[in-house]
């Protein structure tokens, strides 16, 4: 009889932490590339952590050297042969593969903001990091052989109500089983 309160008691301990801890997916992520010439591109986006890698990503924001870039901001990823949908964001930056662009790269429009990373297994060799602010043809563009220590993905932390359901959820649990010990 002990040991089947004791299970309850785990069960729904495990199932308010469960339920705290999906909070994470979706979670808002920041940010920043350093290039070898000083110029820092940061921003932020929402996303879902899987192992190494962010994924699903959406809502994002970009600005280099603090000034905003305008519009929606498009990710995708290059497959290759193509930019297509999905940017795959990771926390080492050898393996970042994604173009952030305020253009819409779907219909060829490359004339906007963007930042874009190539992993060596598609860049041949070494990684590489770009941004580009204005068309093409302007000469303000930043290439670098991407320095890992020069970029940085903040984990999400976990938000206030996340916390307070987890601690509220242990509580009522405690309260619960206490009175049943009672």
Do not use: H
């Amino acid at each position: 009889m002990k040991m089947n309160r004791t299970l309850a008691l785990l069960v729904v301990v495990s199932a308010a932490y469960a339920a705290s801890t999906g909070s994470t997916y979706g979670a808002d992520w920041d940010y920043s590339y350093t290039f070898g010439d000083g110029l820092v591109v940061s921003g932020s986006f929402e996303g879902t952590q899987s192992g190494d890698f962010v994924t699903g990503i959406s809502d994002l924001s970009m600005s280099y050297n603090g000034t905003p870039v305008t519009g929606p901001i498009y990710a995708a990823t290059y497959d290759g042969s193509a930019w297509v949908n999905g940017a795959v964001v990771s926390f080492d930056a050898a393996q970042n593969n994604f173009l952030f662009i305020n253009t819409d790269y779907a219909i060829g429009d490359y004339s906007g903001d963007y930042l874009a990373f190539l992993p060596a297994s598609i860049e041949g060799g070494e990684p590489y990091a770009a941004f580009v602010s204005g068309p093409l043809d302007i000469v303000d563009a930043n290439n670098d052989s991407t320095v890992a220590s020069n970029w940085t993905l903040v984990d999400p932390v976990p938000d206030g109500a996340s916390t307070a359901m987890l601690c509220g959820m242990s509580l009522l649990a405690l309260g619960w089983f206490r009175r049943k010990l009672a």
